[in-house]
DNA sequence: TTGTTTTATATGATATCGCATATTATATTT
DNA sequence: AAATATAATATGCGATATCATATAAAACAA
């Protein structure tokens, strides 16, 4: 009977849901490629929430903190901690904002810039590895797929 | 002077390096795309990670933990805290591999692989809403490329 | 003004995560 | 076989992340 077979090939992947589910797509890609970078990040001594803070404060210095954490992909109380940490550090500096004293404005100091730049520069030096090595001749249109994306998400909640 | 001219525009984006970066273009469409799943996971009362842990069974019963922790994107040790967990809760049960009983391979229970199929077809339908709202045409594409990703830095260590 | 609501950030308690290493089992070498 | 090396999982601890809420300022209403 049919229920027999069942029995067979229970080693190949039958249904296979994750592997061709884009979440999971995004999320692998994301989480093997980032990995390599945050090897180099690491050994530079900066975690990862601080390189992405460095990182949106070199694009965009003087943000407020939720924004900052929206960008940075954090929630805002984690953010608070790690600025703390980073100011201990002399990496970044708090200011409140003059017009509305609620808002606290972050801003890379000397040596958080720097460190920042060297950082970048590393950045792109590895993503030019990255997509040279995974010979991606399409990277402008998933780039600009992925930039589509992350806009509809963030206009839409 | 030219130095003038540097203060004019600091509202303006203008370097830019996070907007073009690759794995900063992943991490964020991943993190905003997941995040919308994950409130709909957490409503069930399901964790992420075991949420993951879930779905990879669902795929694949009977993994071992150092196989699964690579599927379900976390380290190894906190794979084995999530799985006592989840034991505790009847979702999964550990059987030591008879052929090397170093080994210890995870089933999904009953309840575990009920509650699997429920959240999939939830994930399916989030899925499903997600693309005609982000009016992908070229879905098959993505994740074809996001496949080939994935596998070239998987077998590149 | 005073009271109420909303917004921005900080804080504290708790759970999660990750590193280093312990434990146990297998493989390899002598 | 005994000793050593390697592999798979578990454990302890410190760091990180998250939730709920506190604090403080601004906006709004009465």
Known sequence: MDADLKEIDTHEKESGFVDGYLLYLLASASHLASGQFHEE??????????????????????????????????????????????????????????????RVRIFLSGKGRELAGKLVKQASAHEERLIRQLGMSDIVQVKSFLSRMIETLENNE
Chains 1, 2 share one sequence.
């Open 41 to 102: 990040i690491r050994g530079a001594g900066v975690r990862v929430p601080e390189w992405r803070v460095l990182a949106c404060l070199r694009d965009n210095d003087g943000q407020m903190v939720t924004q900052l954490a929206r960008f940075a992909l954090m929630e805002q109380s984690h953010l608070t901690k790690t600025i703390d940490q980073m100011t201990e550090r002399g990496l970044v500096t708090r200011r409140s904002d003059e017009a509305d004293r609620r």
